[in-house]
């Protein structure tokens, strides 16, 4: 007998061990098992697990035959069967051991602890918590059997269990009468409450192998010969359900397929649960079916085996089996997911980057230091600036109060400010008519459009909005996954984003954000407080930020898009009342992209021209004040002060007055003056610089982006040689010359097109009149007085009149070619009639006047060509 504490550890062991061990059952590796095995032979935790019992037969029982001995155990498990003499049978109890726990803890015993099983058994030494207790209890005490092996299957959960029985008695009915008895008095094992224990008669002979097979559901019934020499039967369905069905419920029966080739024949047989399949595997294994029972005549023996169920890659094989489904539900999901974890994010930094919350320039220390900027030592420059500016402000003081005037008033419409490049659009509405507001938000379309690629353009979008973070670089690898998925599968994964999608996915996160901020001052305790978000916000048009959009139609033919979506934009956040838009631009053609989205209606507009003569002599007289203090202050140039006194302002009014009033030119004017040049001279400069800038943008450029222009060379000298001419032409005189008319560029066939391009290059303006174009004029006062210098240059004048002359040779020519083919058409008619002579002597005199511009044309080039032989 075994004391209280060795029963204790006895029942403690095995719990123990299975609850450290759980987390590694799921893991079958064959490293795993040996690494636990071997960890385990070191123990006798086995020892409290496959004890074994007999119960003591009666008296009407034969002999009992001598004990189980160690070298019958070593060759049965030599040979892999049973020895079973007469009057020997095998019962196979299942549900003896849990089975993921019994396959790690699984060992390899030897024949001599077997042995002691036995003789432990006989002395009835078996734990509360023993496995091997519950097949003691499982056979009756008067049942006429005498165990004499028992063989745990740790593998299967279950024993084989030989016994040995009176000639008097049928293995069966020990058979039906254990099923009756553990029918009527269930024994339920701690692991398994559901499922009491089962025994059956082992009908075959079971193979006591230790590889490494696990059980499965399914069972592979192969048909094999019983006799060497024979010919086994292929078993049909009603055979085998006939055989197997004692076991437990059949799933199906699936047989092989009638054009495999593959021998032995076999079928598979399912069964619902795990613990029937191998209780059918271990009682019918080797079992002979006889030729009653259809069998043959020499019978068929049935070789079982477990079929390996792969269930792991069934939703992997699905996934990669219709790729059609899967690849559009994983790019939706992927969306779905970056909606919910990154839009908030992104909607957040655009919040901060409207309301300009990391601005060092809207924090309490700034604005201290400017407000207290007057006690430094550079007050005086400051202040001076400060009154320079003002020279400006004053100018466009009527500018600066209507547009504050439209901000403050409900308004659900584009404010459009338009001027020349360099009238200071920027500064009039960022620094004076929006300087007390402090949500404004201004994008700039010309780095946008100007980036190279469609990452780098959706990467400075994203930060002129503060939309981050923001994966430019994800679309790149998505349009390569997408490719190769639609390369193998013929259709397009979604994963890559077009450009339109991800600009538009940018502008509409940035609206909510805008309609958070402008959400951000509504207070309860107001009079509105309590009406919905969008009465509110049309009643409070002061509330809303301000979004500027600078640099409108930048390059327009080339990114239409960017200004397509984000004329869109704007117009829902007009109409929705969630922000005001101002447009600054430099084109005259912003009403077409506009009114797409804001159809029948009148934009509110403003227009910047130059500075007037009193007010741009006032500028530059100030700056050239504030940086001569500048520099004493310095003392950088105070020897140069000294030596060369006050800058020569000699002509100046002749100077501004060429000039004009543009900002840059003025700004580029009182460098020069500053520098010590005269008036004169600096003028002369610039005005140098500018000819040399129209000459090898216009005239010489014959690049690669020459080809992408919409004018020829012939076309942009027709207007230097008119313009240095006379301050403007007539449009429609200009569009029926021949150069416009009829020019030879494929590029420039359009006249119309090609004055729009010059105008939007900024070298021409065009002067509408009640709707129409009327006048065309030189784009600044500075080009105008380039052409001039222009055609002062005789090398220049020849170059481009004789390719000018070239092309009016060739569209006469062109028009003599056409008529000739016309007569040629004529003359071969079989009769001459009196109403085609009309015809024919028109042709014939524009033959004529033709060929006399060529030969002025000839004549004008020769003396073109001899000056350029001439000049060095």
């Not at 779905?336 to 309301?355: E, T």
């Not at 309609?515 to 509504?522: E, H, P, T, Y």
């Not at 301050?727 to 429609?732: A, D, E, M, R």
């Not at 009829?742 to 105008?759: I, K, M, P, R």
């Amino acid at each position: 007998m075994y004391t209280r504490a060795r029963l204790v550890v006895m029942a403690a062991r095995p719990l123990a061990r299975a609850s450290i061990l759980r987390p590694c059952l799921v893991s079958r590796s064959p490293v795993l098992r040996r690494v636990d095995h071997a960890a385990l032979r070191r123990s006798n935790t086995w020892r409290a697990w496959a004890s074994t019992i007999v119960a003591p037969p009666p008296g009407n029982v034969a002999p009992a035959a001598e004990d189980v001995t160690e070298n019958t155990i070593a060759e049965e498990k030599d040979t892999g069967h049973f020895e079973v003499k007469v009057n020997e049978a095998i019962l196979f109890f299942d549900n003896i051991f849990p089975l993921k726990i019994i396959n790690v803890l699984r060992r390899n015993e030897s024949d001599a602890e077997l042995a002691d099983l036995m003789r432990r058994f006989d002395s009835s030494r078996l734990g509360i918590m023993d496995p091997m207790r519950l097949v003691k209890m499982a056979i009756p005490e008067d049942m006429p059997i005498k165990v004499t092996e028992i063989l745990p299957r740790f593998k299967d959960g279950g024993a084989f269990v030989k016994f040995r029985y009176s000639s008097e008695l049928d293995p069966a009915d020990i058979e039906s009468t254990l099923k009756k008895r553990l029918k009527e008095k269930p024994l339920k094992p701690w692991f398994n409450p559901f499922r009491g224990i089962q025994a059956r008669l082992v009908r075959g002979t079971p193979w006591l192998e230790d590889l490494h097979r696990y059980p499965s559901s399914i069972l592979r019934v192969e048909f094999v010969p019983a006799e060497v020499g024979t010919t086994p039967e292929t078993l049909p369905e009603e055979v085998l359900y006939s055989v197997f069905r004692r076991y437990g419920k059949i799933a199906d029966i699936i047989p092989q397929a009638a054009d495999s080739k593959e021998i032995p024949k076999y079928a598979n047989i399912g069964f619902p649960l795990l613990r029937d399949a191998i209780m059918a595997r271990n009682c019918a294994h080797g079992y002979v079916v006889t030729e009653s029972q259809g069998g043959g005549a020499a019978g068929t023996m049935l070789r079982i085996a477990y079929v390996k169920r792969v269930k792991g890659h069934n939703i992997w094989n699905w996934i990669t089996s219709h790729p059609r489904i899967v690849f559009p539900i994983v790019a939706a999901l992927l969306a779905g997911f970056s909606v919910i974890i990154f839009d908030p994010i992104r909607q957040f930094f655009i919040r901060l980057h409207i309301q300009h919350s990391f601005n060092f320039s809207e924090s309490s220390l700034y604005k201290w230091f400017q407000s207290h900027r007057q006690s430094f030592s550079f007050r005086g420059r400051r202040e001076q600036w400060d009154n320079l500016s003002g020279v400006i402000w004053n100018h466009r003081l009527d500018v600066i109060s209507q547009l504050r005037e439209w901000l403050d008033v409900n308004s659900d419409n584009f404010i459009v400010v338009t001027g020349p490049r360099g009238s200071g659009k920027v500064e009039i509405v960022m620094k004076k008519a929006l300087e007390n507001r402090r949500d404004v938000v201004l994008i700039d379309c010309k780095p946008i459009v100007e980036a190279r690629g469609e990452s780098s353009m959706i990467g400075r979008l994203a930060s002129a909005v503060g939309y981050r973070p923001v994966f430019s670089w994800a679309n790149s690898a998505s349009s390569m996954i997408d490719l190769a998925v639609q390369s193998t599968t013929g259709v397009k994964a979604g994963f890559s984003e077009t450009l339109e999608s991800q600009v538009t996915k940018i502008l509409y996160t940035a609206a909510s954000a805008l309609k958070d901020v402008a959400l951000s001052g509504r207070s309860r305790k107001e009079k509105d407080g309590s009406s919905s978000e969008d009465a509110w916000l049309e009643a409070h048009p002061e509330r809303r930020p301000v979004i500027v959009i600078d640099n409108f139609l930048h390059k327009s033919d080339e990114q239409g898009i960017i200004y397509d979506k984000i004329s869109e934009w704007a117009a829902s956040l007009v109409q929705n009342h969630v922000a005001q838009v101002i447009f600054l631009t430099s084109e005259n053609a912003y009403s077409k992209p506009l009114t797409r989205f804001l159809p029948d209606r009148v934009f509110r507009t403003v227009s910047l021209g130059d500075l007037d003569h009193g007010v741009a002599k006032k500028y530059i007289m100030g700056r050239i004040q504030n940086e001569r203090e500048a520099a004493e202050e310095r003392k950088e140039k105070e020897d140069e002060n000294k030596a060369n006194g006050a800058p020569n302002l000699r002509g100046l009014d002749t100077a501004i007055e060429t000039l004009g009033g543009r900002l840059v030119d003025l700004e580029s004017l009182a460098r020069r003056i500053q520098a010590g040049m005269s008036p004169r001279d600096a003028t002369d400069e610039i005005v140098t610089e500018s000819a040399v800038d129209i000459v090898k943008m216009f005239l010489l450029n014959k690049g690669s982006d020459a080809v992408e222009k919409k004018w020829s060379t012939a076309q942009v000298w027709h207007l230097v040689k008119g313009l240095a001419k006379d301050s403007s032409l007539i449009y429609n005189q200009v569009l029926l010359s021949p150069t416009f008319s009829s020019s030879t560029s494929s590029s420039a066939s359009d006249g119309e097109a090609a004055l729009e391009s010059l105008a939007a290059a900024e070298l021409i303006s065009i002067r509408s009149d009640r709707g129409h174009p009327r006048l065309i004029t030189a784009g600044k006062p500075l080009q105008q007085a380039a052409f001039v210098r222009m055609i002062n240059d005789r090398v220049l004048v020849a170059k481009m009149d004789l390719a000018q002359e070239n092309e009016l040779a060739k569209i006469e020519a062109k028009k003599i070619a056409a008529a000739e083919n016309e007569l040629s058409l004529l003359g071969s008619l079989p009769r001459q009639t009196g109403e085609s002579a009309g015809r024919i002597q028109y042709l014939l005199v524009q033959i004529d006047t033709s060929q006399r511009k060529i030969e002025d044309l000839d004549k004008q080039m020769a003396a073109c060509k001899k000056v350029l032989s001439e000049e060095v």
